[in-house]
């Protein structure tokens, strides 16, 4: 197969890329490779990636629909993996704009792209944040989750229905997959386990938004590529619905809270953390928690990595990354 991945740049698009291709799929990369977080670490990424036979890379803007038709002229596609987006709650708050170029406008391209090219399968990253203040906890993918408190989150409820109409009126199957804070090595530096991390190595203090009482749903990074690859090869279209869409929690159901990720953190570096305990930030919710039995019904999605055993690799991995 020949799989087109977007994104392929960013931390889940690296470690599914290098998943697929070992597995013997032809890969297509497509990615910006901006700036919003460390340049050299995507560049490290894609470096990787390119030394395997199977992948190959254009650099592009999926907001720009012609640098897209030119990306993938010739090409015969047979999935698309679109993880391409502007990730990140809180920058969504001051940056609104470029959310709505990449992962709105950005959207659309992939799906015309699909509709006009006549692929077939395509899996999609939405994201836990589209369940916004909802407080029933587990999060099961039928909740109703039509209040986001970012504007990162409405775009990717909007993939969503953006999706669905697409299934429904041209028969693409689409797939998308709610990820829940996915951690790991090679990760992003804007996410709070990398903050930690940097911060302790810098001795600096750290600040722990709602005075530490908050949790997430951790997921680690092998988990989630064996849930994405999973999506991949069993599409929507397989599914006998009436339309060819499907969403999945992809998390580990097991939420933690912060300061146990503070716990973890502190035991792999074998130092502790000086933390300012602050407020609740706009845009964050409380807590997220994956329901996760329709992945593990039909996609055979089995997370097993328990956060102290994911930062424990996180840790060794980043104190190499510090030191090259
Ligand atoms: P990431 O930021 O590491 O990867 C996204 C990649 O998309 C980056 O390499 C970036 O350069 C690229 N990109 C951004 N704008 C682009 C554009 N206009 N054109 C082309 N490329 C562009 O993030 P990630 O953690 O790997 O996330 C992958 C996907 O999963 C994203 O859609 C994200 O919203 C979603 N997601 C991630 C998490 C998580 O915890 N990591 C949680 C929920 C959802």
Not at 10 to 19: S, Y
Not at 51 to 70: C, G, H, P, W, Y
Not at 117 to 130: L, P, T
Not at 293 to 318: C, D, M, Q, V, Y
Request: charged share 25%; glycine share 8%.
């Amino acid at each position: 197969m020949t799989i087109l991945v977007t994104g392929a740049a960013g931390f889940i698009g690296f470690h599914t890329c290098k998943a697929l291709v070992a597995r013997g799929e032809t890969v297509l990369g497509l990615d910006n490779v901006n700036g919003y977080y460390d340049v050299d670490l995507k560049q490290a990424r894609l470096e990787q990636l390119l030394s395997q036979k199977n992948f190959t890379f254009v650099e592009m803007d999926i907001s720009d629909n012609d640098a897209l038709e030119r990306a993938v002229s010739g090409q015969k596609i047979h999935a698309v993996l679109h993880l391409a987006a502007q990730a990140g709650v809180r920058y969504s708050i001051e940056n609104p704009k470029v959310y709505a170029d990449t992962n709105l406008q950005g959207f659309f391209n992939v799906l015309e792209y699909a509709r006009n090219s006549g692929v077939a399968n395509v899996v999609y990253a939405s994201s836990s944040s589209i369940y916004g203040g909802n407080t029933k906890m587990p999060f099961a993918e039928d909740d109703v989750t039509d209040t986001p408190v970012s504007f990162y989150a409405a775009t990717k409820k909007s993939n969503e229905l953006m999706a669905h109409s697409y299934a429904h009126l041209y028969g693409i199957s689409l797939t998308g997959l709610r990820f829940f804070t996915v951690y790991g090595e090679w990760g992003r530096p804007d996410m709070a386990y990398w903050i930690f991390s940097e911060k302790l190595r810098r001795n600096e203090p750290v600040q722990i938004f709602n005075n530490g009482d908050m949790s997430r749903d951790f997921t680690y990074i092998d988990d989630i590529v064996t849930g994405v690859i999973a999506a991949i090869d069993r599409p929507a279209s397989a599914l006998g619905l009436d339309v060819p869409h499907r969403v999945y929690n992809l998390g580990n159901d097991k939420p933690e809270k912060l300061m146990d990720l503070v716990g973890c953190i502190e035991k792999a570096f074998g130092q502790e953390l000086i933390k300012e305990f602050q407020p609740m930030q706009l845009g964050d919710v409380e807590r997220t928690w994956a329901d996760i039995s329709r992945a593990r019904k039909e996609l055979g999605f089995n997370p097993h990595t328990s956060l102290e055993e994911g930062i424990e690799r996180f840790a060794s991995w980043f104190k190499f990354w510090k030191m090259r």
